[in-house]
């Protein structure tokens, strides 16, 4: 069986505005602060308009089951902005 390799990906979603990227940070920060698994980490940043999510995993299965968790959480977060500004 071939040797797991640990992997690391850095997502950047632009949104309207620097307030909608904070509010998006704010909602799955606490997703970040959960008590750190042996597989993966990530944090998770703002830069003007841009939400940076910054994953290291120990392999791509865990990679990709993170990946999909926090864009899962992220897609929500903004649908539940978008609907709170009506």
Not at 25 to 45: F, G, H
Request: glycine content about 2%; hydrophobic content about 45%.
């Amino acid at each position: 069986m071939a040797e797991a390799t640990r992997t690391s990906a850095k997502l950047e979603l632009e949104f309207p505005d620097e307030k909608s990227a904070s509010v998006i940070r704010d909602s799955i920060q606490p997703e970040e602060l959960l008590p750190k698994s042996t597989r993966c980490k990530a944090s998770v940043s703002v830069m003007k308009n841009v939400l940076c999510l910054e994953i290291d995993a120990e392999d791509t299965a865990a990679m990709r089951a993170a990946v999909n968790s926090f864009l899962r959480w992220v897609v929500v977060a903004r649908d539940m902005n978008e609907i709170g500004s009506e």
